[in-house]
Each structure stands twice: as structure tokens, then as C-alpha cells.
């Protein structure tokens, strides 16, 4: 069946260092969808890409989608405390939508 | 802050218990589900409801029990669970277009079964 794979599964990062979480699929992606999930919170929905070769920016996030529409990752530059949480991908195939595992973003002071 | 409302934030219950998870949304979205999480797992589709009928049952046990009066709430009864059902319960809507719209999250259901 469909899966959606990501990595890494968790990310130790010094404040000021950069992060990148990456997402493979094995079949072709109507979409792509990103979300975050604070600690002990519930998962936020953070952009959706739909044209294959996309580029989008949210402040420090850039969010790219492959040119054949089967990878997709997620840039935070500078990171900051707030940005803890895990960072899931859910890619939309053949009939549902699939989340990856997640990455786990751990900040270093 | 989220638009979709969960009762109750927490649920103990015993495994001859008969409970329900509520949900609510006055977004007006068309689309409800029903996710569970385990910790540091993804949410994992249990239900889809898109103009108050079900439309995707994930091969869930029928001790829940999925239930949508109208297009803002949605209920999950549970009877019978097992302690392996221990999880997080989240709801979510998206507008009519299930397949191209974002999720909207509520504040999930923790939920032990003892």
C-alpha cells in the first residue's frame, strides 16, 4: 500500500541552527500537507502544496514540493524555542490521506 | 486556541464502561473525522463523516461507535474497550473538498482505559 516516509524521526538542534525534515512517498501526490504538533498539544495545520515544484514561505519556514510530486520537506532557518514540537507531513494519494511518522524537533539553549 | 471543541479533555474508564467523546464545530465545514494517536505516533484515521454520512470506516472494531446528529457535532461511543485503547482521540473537520483541505484539529480526548 500507499506509505509516506520521513525523517529524520528526531532532530537535536543548538538555538540559531537551521532545520530540515523531509518526506518521501512511494506513489505520486495529489498534495502535500504540513503539521505541527506542540508538546502535549494537538496538530495545527501549518500549508498545503498542490503544483509539483512548489515553493512556499511562512517567516523562517520554507516549504518545498518535488518536481515529480513524491517529496516534500520542510526548512526552519534560525530555529527558536518555539519551534519545538514534531512536524508531520500527510500526503494525500489515491484515496485518503497518509501521515508520516514525524519528525521530533528538540531546541538546545 | 481551536474552533473544533472536544469533551471531556480527559476520560478514565473501566473496560464494562459505555462512554462518548463529543465533538463540535461552527466552522461549517462538511467533513468530520475521528483520528487516534498513541504517543509519538501520527494520528492514525479511525472515521469520515462528509454531509453527516459516514463515508470511511478504517476497519475500526465496532466498540466505537461513530455518530453524527448534524453537521456540527460528532459523537464516538465507546463500550467494551480493551487498555490497548489507551490513546489521545482527535477530532477534526475540513471543508467539502475532503480530498484538498486542511484538517482542523480539536484538543483531543485522553483517554485510559483500565
Known amino acids: 500500500g500507499q506509505q509516506v516516509m520521513q525523517i529524520p524521526q528526531y532532530q537535536h538542534v543548538q538555538e540559531g541552527e537551521d532545520f530540515t525534515t523531509y518526506c518521501n512517498s512511494s506513489?505520486?501526490?495529489?498534495?502535500i500537507q504540513w503539521y505541527k504538533q506542540r508538546p502535549g498539544g494537538h496538530p495545527v495545520f501549518l500549508i498545503q502544496?498542490?503544483?509539483?515544484?512548489e515553493v512556499k514561505k511562512q517567516k523562517r519556514l520554507t516549504f518545498q514540493f518535488g518536481e515529480a510530486k513524491k517529496n516534500s520537506s520542510l526548512h526552519i532557518t534560525a530555529t527558536q524555542t518555539t519551534d519545538v514540537g514534531t512536524y508531520f507531513c500527510?500526503?494525500?494519494?489515491?484515496?485518503?490521506?497518509?501521515f508520516g511518522k514525524g519528525t521530533r524537533l528538540h531546541i538546545l539553549p | 486556541d481551536t474552533e473544533v471543541t472536544q469533551t471531556p479533555k480527559h476520560l478514565v474508564m473501566g473496560m464494562t464502561n459505555k462512554k462518548s467523546l463529543k465533538c463540535e464545530q461552527h466552522?461549517?465545514?462538511?467533513?468530520m473525522y475521528w483520528y487516534k494517536q498513541k504517543a509519538k505516533k501520527p494520528p492514525e484515521l479511525m472515521f469520515v463523516?462528509?454531509?453527516?454520512?459516514?463515508?470511511i470506516n478504517e476497519s475500526v472494531p465496532s466498540r466505537f461507535s461513530p455518530e453524527c446528529p448534524n453537521s456540527s457535532l460528532l459523537n464516538l461511543h465507546l463500550h467494551a474497550l480493551q487498555p490497548e485503547d489507551s490513546a489521545l482521540y482527535l477530532c477534526?473537520?475540513?471543508?467539502?473538498?475532503?480530498?484538498?483541505?486542511?484538517?482542523?484539529f480539536g484538543n483531543g480526548t485522553r483517554l485510559t482505559v483500565t
Open positions: 477534526a473537520s475540513s471543508s467539502e473538498d475532503y480530498y484538498n483541505s486542511p484538517l482542523h
Open positions: 506513489t505520486t501526490l495529489s498534495n
Open positions: 502544496l498542490v503544483k509539483s515544484g
Open positions: 500527510a500526503g494525500l494519494g489515491d484515496d485518503k490521506i497518509i
Open positions: 466552522m461549517g465545514h462538511r467533513a
Open positions: 463523516y462528509s454531509y453527516e454520512k459516514l463515508s
